[in-house]
């Protein structure tokens, strides 16, 4: 940087902008999203051709998974903290515990919905890093998601309409969001 003097207005617009590319690495470093849809699709598919209750029980994997590989693969537990890491971190983490007790309970009471309950569980850990990185596709795939949840409830587990479709677009949709948020950062556009 050059050896001159900045007024109070461009110091802080440098400090904007630093924060704001740092809120834009951070996104493009965590993969829950990414993960959440690719298994998500993968284990929908296939409770959807297994319709055995204990198939369920599948979904805690999606859960664990989405959470575990990259808290193990960025190593949160050692690296220093900043706030959004630590929101990410717990608040992520709340709706995995959330995700992992909706199937148990689906397999002790097969008239629970566990699809859509887990993909409204998936469009409030989306709803969480859409408030957290002011980011509009990750908030409209959390909107879709809630959506496509409670229609699918609404409608008997959707048995006769669309709801199955749906669910399948949120997941997919998830998977576009995730790989296209850990690209470039500088392309990440933020409202």
């Not at 109070?8 to 965590?30: D, F, P, Q, V």
């Not at 008239?111 to 998936?122: D, E, K, N, S």
């Not at 998601?145 to 008997?156: F, K, N, Q, R, W």
Request: charged share 15%; net charge positive.
């Amino acid at each position: 940087m050059e050896d001159k003097k900045l007024n109070e207005y461009e110091s802080l617009e440098l400090i904007a902008k630093t924060i704001e590319r740092a809120r834009k690495t951070e996104i493009g470093r965590l993969n829950f999203i990414t993960l959440y849809g690719i298994l998500g699709l993968a284990t929908y598919a296939f409770t959807q051709l297994m319709r055995e209750p204990q198939w369920q029980l599948l979904w805690i994997a999606v859960a664990a998974l989405s959470y575990g590989v990259p808290f193990v693969y960025h190593k949160m537990w050692r690296n220093q903290m900043t706030i959004t890491k630590r929101v990410v971190k717990y608040g992520w983490g709340l709706f995995t515990f959330i995700g992992i007790l909706v199937p148990i309970m689906g397999y002790w009471h097969t008239y629970l919905f566990v699809t859509p309950l887990m993909v409204i569980v998936g469009s409030c850990a989306l709803f969480m890093l859409g408030g957290v990185f002011r980011h509009k596709a990750i908030l409209i795939a959390g909107y879709y998601g809630l959506a496509s949840g409670v229609l699918s409830i609404a409608t008997d587990g959707g048995k006769y309409t669309s709801a199955p479709l749906f669910s399948y677009i949120f997941f997919a949709y998830c998977v576009y969001i995730g790989l296209s948020l850990s690209g470039n950062v500088d392309e990440i556009k933020t409202f």
